[in-house]
């Protein structure tokens, strides 16, 4: 966390600072990941916990490039019309996390939205390495073109987006899509994306970040797991990371929400500065004193604000 005269602790807000305590600590070795995905699926919330009667829930399995992908959708109850799709990859670092477990924010964003949400169980890392949880997504992108008159959902209004890790992903998933020149994407919602490998090094350039939740050695331990290889190395799987990309033109329009103290603060402002240089519309929010991680702190007034702000970016994206 860091000693009394390095830390950043001063520079939380303060309706943030109680946050701090809730999020588990992840050591960087497999055994210790194994434990921490264990405990993330204890702690998950049932069901009854987070149900709306105006949102329906359902699960099933699709086919993937390498067995079954699982998925979450949820959709409004009282639908009347095909509707737009909000494609959910969760957050984890790559290594842990489950569609599952943002149920409880996915339906909250299903209501006020007005969307259909499908949040897929990508592989995850160092079990699958990059692109592996890349191309589940894009499966699942695949499956709802291809079934978008038996889902009840607008092929034309298909936006992907998501959380840290999934934030990444989603990234990446334009820029394979565009490529692919199949699915086309109407918008990305990056909420404090993993974009960067390299975020670790030239820390004496970079503002005070990566202090709490998220760290630099969390970062290239996640990293490391999901490319089968050191970070900063010049050869790595195309499309696993996503700031490496050098052509970023012709991608969606994209909005990015990061905190002023997140890790990923840099990589996010680099990403939008380059999307705005390959004329790409981009609007970027960096919200003060928010470390990683702090729009699940929910009686905050910012983490309020930067979920209503997500909400109304997909709104727009929608045509609402």
Not at 2 to 17: I, K
Not at 115 to 125: H, T
Not at 151 to 159: G, S
Not at 180 to 203: E, V
Request: charged fraction near 20%; proline fraction near 6%; include cysteine.
């Amino acid at each position: 966390m860091g000693d009394a005269t390095t830390s950043t602790r001063y520079l939380v807000d303060p309706e943030l600072l109680s946050g701090l305590e809730l999020f588990p600590i992840f050591n960087e070795n497999f055994a210790a990941l194994k434990e921490f995905r264990a405990l993330l699926e204890e702690s998950a919330f049932p069901e009854s916990a987070y149900a709306q009667e105006d949102v329906l829930i359902e699960r099933q399995d699709i086919k993937g490039p390498d067995g079954r992908v699982g998925i979450v959708i949820l959709r409004p109850k009282e639908q009347t019309n095909p509707l737009p799709v909000y494609l959910y990859l969760h957050p984890g670092g790559l290594i842990f996390g489950t569609a599952e477990q943002s149920n409880p924010s996915n339906v909250v964003t299903v209501s006020a939205v007005g969307c259909v949400i499908v949040s897929v169980d990508y592989r995850l890392a160092p079990e699958a390495r990059g692109p592996g949880a890349l191309m589940d997504c894009y499966a699942v992108l695949q499956w709802l073109y291809e079934n978008a008159s038996d889902l009840w959902i607008n092929p034309e209004k298909i936006a992907v987006g998501g959380e840290s890790a999934g934030g990444g992903l989603a990234a990446a998933l334009t820029q394979y899509a565009r490529d692919q020149g199949k699915y086309p994407i109407c918008f990305q919602l990056l909420l404090a994306p993993m974009l960067d490998d390299r975020s670790f090094i030239d820390r004496h350039l970079q503002p005070p970040t990566g202090e709490f939740i998220w760290t630099r050695s969390s970062n290239r331990y996640a990293w490391s797991c999901y490319l089968g290889q050191e970070t900063c190395e010049t050869d790595i799987p195309a499309y696993t990371v996503p700031a490496r990309m050098t052509n970023l033109s012709n991608l969606p329009k994209a909005y990015i929400q990061v905190g002023a103290l997140d890790l990923f603060l840099t990589e996010c402002v680099d990403y939008a500065t380059r999307l705005l240089a390959a004329k790409c519309a981009v609007e970027l929010h960096i919200f003060p004193g928010a470390y990683h991680g702090f729009q699940r702190v929910k009686q905050a007034r910012v983490s309020a604000r930067a979920m209503d702000e997500a909400h109304l970016a997909l709104k727009i994206a929608f045509g609402d």
